[in-house]
């Protein structure tokens, strides 16, 4: 049985990376989380990346583009997933990200995250 793909979890809020880490490891997938301070990133160290769930608002000197340049420096080959309560894909985030999902559509995330890694999703009663 292979590993299941890991997910990082880019957000400024603590309790959104617990809610989204639960959501992702529900759908069978890994979770790692990084959290957004207000000048830094806390990425993961020596850690396997096969998808990036960005938040697009985050309350810090950094903007989710600066943050997505720098994602795509240390995980070149994680595709980017853009989370925002936005019902669309912010232009400036287009250069760095494979796709939009709003944040509330938990299943819509875990879908696109098994189509961009090839691993089916866990369903979970």
Not at 12 to 37: C, M
Not at 59 to 74: D, F, K, V
Request: overall charge negative; charged content about 20%; glycine content about 4%.
């Amino acid at each position: 049985m292979s590993t299941p793909p890991t997910v990082l979890i880019v957000d400024d809020d603590p309790s959104h990376l617990k809610l989204y880490s639960w959501i992702v490891q529900r759908g069978g997938f890994q979770a790692a989380v990084a959290l957004v301070g207000s000048r830094t990133v806390e990425y993961p160290k020596d850690r396997q990346v096969d998808v990036i769930a960005l938040d697009y608002r985050l309350a810090s000197t950094l903007t989710a583009p600066q943050i997505a340049s720098e994602l795509r420096q240390l995980f070149p080959d994680a595709p980017i997933i853009v989370l925002s309560e936005l019902s669309w894909m912010p232009a400036e985030m287009e250069p760095y990200a494979k796709a939009f999902v709003s944040k509330g559509e938990p299943q819509d995330l875990l879908d696109l995250i098994g189509q961009l890694t090839g691993h089916p999703v866990t369903r979970r009663p």
